[in-house]
Nanobody
């Protein structure tokens, strides 16, 4: 399992950013894809998740109406469009292939690290830093 998140950077409050997750080494459309984030000193929390077929999407309440998740199964990629970002969105963002329900992803958090997630029965990729600041 290999997942690589990219697209992070410095963005002003109210601005937009688009993160991309590139996956390889597994059957991409067998898994839901979750986007997680971890701020310094905090647990890693799920912010959005998309089902394996892409038909169902889920969001943590704090990002509803601002973030949009999508996936392109033939290209083995997933995206997180972040609009109207806030300072509290500052974190390292990770994508993960998960085998639990998407509702579990967006309603929970974890102190797990490394490449394997027992809680979400899946695999993390390397993260990308998003900094929201003026």
């Amino acid at each position: 399992f290999q997942l690589q998140a990219s697209g992070g950077g410095l963005v002003q409050p109210g601005g937009s950013l688009r993160l991309t997750c590139a996956a390889s080494g597994f059957i991409f459309d067998d898994y839901a894809i979750g986007w997680f984030r971890q701020a310094p000193g905090k647990e890693r929390e799920g912010v959005s998740c998309i089902g394996s077929s892409g038909e169902k999407t889920y969001y943590r309440d704090s990002v509803k109406g601002r973030f949009t998740i999508s996936r392109d199964n033939p290209k083995n990629t997933a995206n997180l469009q972040m609009n109207r970002v806030k300072s509290e969105d500052t974190a390292v963002y990770y994508c993960a292939a998960v085998a639990v329900s998407c509702s579990t992803v967006v309603e929970t958090s974890t102190m797990e690290s490394g490449s394997r997630s027992e809680k979400y029965r899946g695999y993390w990729g390397h993260g990308t830093l998003v900094t929201v600041s003026s």
